[in-house]
Structure formats: structure tokens, C-alpha cells
């Protein structure tokens, strides 16, 4: 599956006629693309896939098309047939009419656009055939293009069907393309492209040597608390810090908070590697390793400790260790006494500073507004279970101030005066107290609830709570949240304005056998007071690269909503190891909503539960297997 976003300049006409709206801006118009491939390449058959162009907008550029594809030597060749706006008047007849009548004419009314228009699917009395090669130069990389193209559904001036480019690399990751359209026009562009289901740089990590002396090695097996420190000191520096060791004969057992792997499988891996020699000098048989975020023992992994060293020391594979590996429910079955317990000292306090760019396109008073500023974050820790935090903004840079218009809205303006919050300069962002209850931890499932007070989110404040139950062992868990909430001031200070609500929601998430896709269903009610459904789905890659979707339908009508009929968008997450040398947990997420609208809308900024446990069900360990490999 293929799917891409763009906006287009239509520079023919303006955004509107009316110059106090929109002054001189040209019109511009955004569009949702997939294509779908039915058929794998071969040696001997060529790939077939379907495609949709601008599919749930205003339909201004709505397109289907059928293209095949074949790779001959160094040449790639495509032929395909378009319908829509990929059709021309000088075309061949649609061959569905032979179908059906109602594939003879196109409609042209989208209404508020935002739906999928089915009935306008491969429509139209004329559709138009294109074809197209690409012969790459294995020598340097050039790629040279040709495509032929009779459709123009602007009506813009041309001298040619033809168009020319050549594609030239500047880098793995750039691309310089110079191209010729159409005959009329001479074009110049950069392209970036990255295989994000695979890091992009190689991690420098070194794993040093241990070695112990004979009056070492004798305290090591003799006396626990330099066991148990000599450990702790080789895990800190790989940024695993342990919270207990609990020694039981040939069993031993880990708590620890793993700051660094995003795969809890490389830490399981991290750990063994540098312990197995002073796990040996105890004659260690089975080893237990219990993930601890926060207050919470999200799952304990289990396997023989030769099982592990085997592998490490490439004696074995990994579907072989993993038969021996069990990653299930903490759940402490009996008293223990731990040869070490850590201790922390309460408060501890956090603080940081972080870029903040915040970004508005497709405005009527100009294509794009933009903030660039600095996040200032500041915590204290009063122990385990409770916690505040807080963000500041300040804004270096901002011509936010050019969004003059209010929004309208036949709902209460829960998100449409979003414009009005980005303006303010200097803002706070965020101000909470959290609580967590102490969990519950079951065989059969772990249970984790919590309470948050404060101003959420830019826009909203208030109080609410959020719970969790998930067993590893099922490939679903479920979560909720409810709030009383309050509408911020735009000033984002600590006055709010009259509007109020109470929203809430019940998650059902199924992690799919489907490798690396996850489901969600969340049902409830939403800022604007209207209740429905959300469905998200997403696509995790075992670099940990995220690709999703959701759509949003409520109780109220495609006319009270407005422009988009209902709400929905995109996002994807990119972990941030994935461009570095070194290993972290930290992602950076993009969210694209085709409009902000106040039907559906979100809170955002509550307690998130689902935090606690990620990256630590089965279903993750499978997906993230080749941290094994690293």
C-alpha cells in the first residue's frame, strides 16, 4: 500500500472573491492518495495495482486509475488507465458502461467533501490511457524519465503530452530532479527519501571486557553486596538501572528501569552479556528479569541462563532461545528477601529545555503561520506514585498574528478557535499532579489506574482519571478515561472561560496477528459534547517506525460538522534512534488533520496510561525479535 499527501497551488483563481478574506492568496486545495498494489512483480509478470487520487476531498484533482508495471534490464516500464481528472475528451469510451449505464456520466457535486464519494468511482463517458519507462544509469544512479500524459483538467496551456526529468543522486538519502513538462514549463526539485523500517545510521555501542582476578572472583561468590554492586555498576553504564536483585538459591531475579532500548529483547540481551560472567561465579541456573516503569511491574521475562549465553556466544539461533524465553504477568508469588533493594531520596526534581515549533497551513489569510520558540519543563518527583509537572512557552520568532478571522462553528468552538491559542507568545502549556494507585497484579492480567489535576493542554484544564487492564498473554487490553474538563482562556494563563464538559472514552486495542498492526476502538463522548466512535489503525515496523490512520463518526450530521463531513487524519512517530548512533527511547510524532473541526475532537494532554506498559506485550516481542541482533 501507497499512500501520499499533497497540497496544490491552483494559481489560476484565487482562495476567494472577496479580497477582505483572503487578500491576494491563490486557491489552493489538498489531497488524500493510496494506491494499491493486486499483483506482485515476477520474473515473468508484471505488477497490477489500482489507485485512488484526492479520494475524500473536494475531488478537484478526484482520479482512479489501473497501472501496471514491469522491470526489463535496466528499464522500468508502466502503462495505466485513468478515469476523473486523469481523463481527457479525446480519450476511449469508459469500457464499465458496458457494465452498467451508471458508469456513463461523472458527478461533479463533492458537497462538503470528506467522504468517499463511491458513487463516482471509475466514472465518466471517457477514460485516457498513460505510459511512462525509467532507465537507471547502475554506473551513477541517474535515473532518466519519460512519460506521456493526454489529461489536463485545468486546461493550462501545453505544447506536448510529453514530459522529461532526470532524477540525479546526491546522497542516499537526496535526490536533484531537473524535468521539463508538458514542453512549457522547466522545473527543479529535492526529493528525500529514507527506508525508515530499517536505522538509518549504525550504533556505536561498546561492549567492553570483564575480567575478574581469583580474590575477585571469590568475593564475587561469596559475599552478596559486591555481587549485587558489581551488577549494578556494569548495567548503569548501558542505562539499565536495577531496583532489586532477589537471589533464591539457583534463581535470580531483576527489577530494573530500562531508560535506553526501545526493545525490552536488547536489554534482555544487554543485561546477560554484561552479568553472565558473575552469574556463572554463582552458580546461576534461571534467570528472571521484572520491567519496572514508574511504579508499575509491567512483565517479567524468564529463561535459563545457558539458553541465553548459548546464543550470545553464537552456539545458537534465536527461534531456538526464544523457545526457552516466557515474557509473562508479574506476579510475585511468594516472600523474598533481595540481596539488593535500591533507595531513592525523595523529591527528586526534573527540568529541561526543547525546541517548540508549532505550524498553521492552509489559512485563508496565508498558506502557512509559524512559531519557532523553547519549551522550558520543570518536575518534581514526591515519590513513586505521585508526581507534577509543568511547561512554559516562549516564542523567539512567530507571524501567527496575520490569522485574523474567527472561526465559525454550528458547535460549540471546542477546537476551531485553535488559531486564537497558537497566537499567544509567552504561555503556560501545561500544569498537572498525577497520581497512580498501586497497581494490581494478577496471573492472569495487571490492572493500573490513576488520577490527574491540572491544566492538560493548551485549551483545556480540569480533573480526571484513567485505567488499564491488560494480560501479556492475550493479544488485547482494554483502557478508559473520563474527565470534567474547562475551556483555557487564549491567554493560556490560569483563567478559563465558561465553556465546560465532561468527556470520556472506553478503548478496546487489538494487537493483530497481522505483523506489526494494531487496532483501536475507543467509543464515548467527545469535547463538543457529541458521543460516537474512533478508529485507528496503525502500522509498527520492527525499526519502530509508526504509520497510522483514524476516522472519527459521531451523532451529529455531515452539515453540523461542516467542511470534511466528519473528522479523521493521519500521523506517523519516528523513533529518534533510527537517525542516531545511539540508542534511545524518545520518538518524534506528526499528526495531519485534513481540517480542524469541532465534531470528534479529542482530549488531549490526560493521563496516559498505555505509556506504562509499551513495547513490553508478546506482541512487541515478536515484532522487535531482531533487537536480538544487535
Given amino acids: 500500500m501507497e499512500v501520499s499527501l499533497r497540497y496544490a497551488d491552483i494559481n489560476t483563481k484565487k482562495y476567494s472573491p472577496f479580497k477582505s478574506f483572503s487578500g491576494d492568496q491563490t486557491f489552493k486545495d489538498k489531497s488524500f492518495n493510496i494506491k494499491l498494489k493486486l499483483i506482485e512483480e515476477t520474473g515473468t509478470f508484471p505488477e497490477l495495482s489500482i489507485g485512488f487520487r484526492d479520494f475524500i476531498g473536494t475531488g478537484k484533482f478526484a482520479s482512479e486509475y489501473i497501472v501496471s508495471s514491469k522491470k526489463v534490464g535496466d528499464f522500468d516500464f508502466s502503462v495505466g488507465l485513468g478515469w476523473g481528472s486523469l481523463s481527457s475528451s479525446q480519450g476511449i469510451e469508459n469500457p464499465f458502461i458496458n457494465i452498467s449505464n451508471n458508469f456513463l456520466s461523472r458527478n461533479k457535486d463533492t458537497g462538503r467533501g470528506g467522504n468517499f464519494q463511491l458513487d463516482r468511482w471509475f466514472t465518466g463517458g471517457k477514460v485516457s490511457s498513460f505510459y511512462g519507462f525509467e532507465y537507471q544509469n547502475k554506473r551513477s544512479g541517474i535515473r532518466f524519465k519519460v512519460d506521456y500524459d493526454t489529461s489536463n483538467p485545468f486546461y493550462l496551456d501545453r505544447k506536448s503530452n510529453f514530459s522529461f526529468g532526470l532524477a540525479i543522486p546526491a ?18 526539485s529535492l526529493s528525500y527519501k529514507a527506508n525508515y523500517s530499517k536505522p538509518l545510521i549504525k550504533k556505536q555501542e561498546i561492549l567492553g571486557n570483564i575480567l575478574f582476578t581469583e580474590s575477585d572472583s571469590d568475593l564475587i561468590r561469596n559475599n552478596d553486596a559486591v555481587f549485587a554492586g558489581t551488577m549494578n555498576v556494569l548495567l548503569n553504564s548501558y542505562g539499565i538501572y536495577t531496583q532489586e536483585i532477589i537471589l533464591d538459591d539457583e534463581n535470580i531475579t531483576f527489577i530494573v528501569e530500562n531508560s535506553k532500548y526501545r526493545k525490552q529483547s536488547l536489554a534482555n540481551k544487554r543485561i546477560i552479556q554484561q552479568t553472565s560472567t558473575l552469574l556463572k561465579l554463582r552458580e546461576i541456573k534461571n534467570v528472571s528479569i521484572v520491567y519496572k516503569q514508574g511504579n508499575i511491574l509491567t512483565n517479567e521475562v524468564s529463561f535459563p541462563l545457558h539458553r541465553f549465553v548459548d546464543f550470545i556466544e553464537n552456539n545458537s539461533s534465536i527461534p531456538e532461545l526464544q523457545r526457552f524465553v516466557l515474557n509473562d504477568n508479574y506476579f510475585k508469588t511468594k516472600k523474598t528477601r533481595p540481596i539488593f533493594q535500591g533507595e531513592v531520596k525523595y523529591p527528586t526534581y526534573t527540568w529541561g529545555i526543547n525546541p517548540n515549533l508549532k505550524n498553521h497551513v492552509g489559512a485563508p489569510e496565508s498558506f502557512y503561520s509559524g512559531h519557532i520558540g523553547i519549551y522550558f519543563n520543570g518536575g518534581i518527583v514526591f515519590n513513586d506514585r505521585s508526581f507534577f509537572d509543568a511547561t512554559a512557552s516562549v516564542a523567539l520568532g512567530s507571524n ?11 458547535l460549540p468552538k471546542v477546537r476551531s478557535d485553535i488559531r486564537e491559542y497558537l497566537k499567544e507568545r509567552y504561555s503556560i502549556v501545561n500544569l498537572n499532579f498525577t497520581h497512580l494507585f498501586s497497581p494490581v497484579y494478577r496471573r492472569k492480567g495487571l490492572f ?31 483502557s478508559g478515561n473520563f474527565y470534567w474538563i474547562k475551556q483555557r482562556e ?20 487489538w494487537e493483530t496477528p497481522f505483523d506489526g498492526v494494531k487496532a483501536t476502538i475507543s467509543a464515548g463522548r467527545y469535547l463538543a459534547r457529541d458521543s460516537g466512535i474512533t478508529i ?26 461542516g467542511e470534511g463531513s466528519f473528522d479523521k487524519g493521519i500521523y506517523f512517530s519516528i523513533p529518534l534512534d533510527l537517525v542516531s548512533s545511539k540508542y534511545r527511547k524518545n520518538n518524534a510524532r506528526f499528526i495531519w488533520r485534513n481540517l480542524t473541526r469541532d465534531g470528534g475532537a479529542m482530549l488531549s494532554g490526560g493521563l496516559d496510561i498505555e505509556a506504562y506498559i509499551d513495547g513490553s506485550s508478546n506482541y512487541y516481542y515478536s ?8
Fill in 490 to 509: 487564549f491567554s493560556q494563563r490560569l483563567s478559563f472561560r465558561n465553556y465546560e464538559t465532561f468527556t470520556g472514552h472506553l478503548n478496546f486495542t
Fill in 171 to 188: 546522497s542516499n538519502l537526496i535526490d536533484i530532479n531537473i524535468f521539463r513538462h508538458r514542453g512549457t514549463d522547466l522545473g527543479f
Fill in 400 to 410: 501567527m498574528d496575520q490569522l485574523r478571522l474567527r472561526s465559525f462553528s454550528r
Fill in 536 to 561: 485507528n489503525l496503525s502500522k509498527t515496523f520492527s525499526s519502530g517506525f509508526t504509520l497510522g490512520a483514524f476516522a472519527t463518526k459521531t451523532d451529529i450530521s455531515a452539515e453540523e460538522f
Fill in 623 to 630: 515484532l522487535y525479535e531482531d533487537g536480538l541482533k544487535e
Fill in 448 to 478: 493500573i489506574s490513576g488520577l490527574k489535576i491540572g491544566l492538560f493542554e493548551e485549551m483545556y484544564g480540569g480533573v480526571g482519571s484513567a485505567f488499564l487492564f491488560r494480560d501479556i498473554n492475550q493479544p488485547w487490553f482494554l
